[in-house]
């Protein structure tokens, strides 16, 4: 679709993304498996059936002990067509 980007991710058991920052906001929701969303300061649980939104410009991470599966949908073309998009990933684990 030309305004919304639909994405699946699979991470393997014992995983963990690097901290990042988008312009644009992402909607997870987790397929399979279960893991931990670090957002902010904050940190959620999440396992088979939840959903997550991560704001635009927000610092988040994942991390999975067992392995998650995960549908993503985001406003990512729109950003992309505006020439706002940036990410920033940090440089630590």
């Keep these: 679709m030309p305004t919304i980007r639909a994405e699946f991710h699979r991470l393997r058991a ?11 906001s992402v909607v997870f ?8 969303f670090h957002l902010a300061d904050k940190s959620h649980d999440v396992t088979k059936g939840d959903m997550i939104v991560v704001p635009s410009w927000v610092e988040w991470s994942l991390e999975t002990d067992r392995g998650v ?25």
Aim: net charge negative.
């Design 14 to 24: 014992g995983a963990h993304t690097r901290a990042r920052r988008d312009v644009g």
């Design 69 to 93: 599966d995960l549908f993503a949908f985001s406003d990512a073309p729109i950003v992309e067509r505006l020439h706002f998009n940036r990410t920033i990933i940090s440089e630590g684990a």
């Design 29 to 36: 929701q987790v397929f399979d498996g279960e893991g931990r």
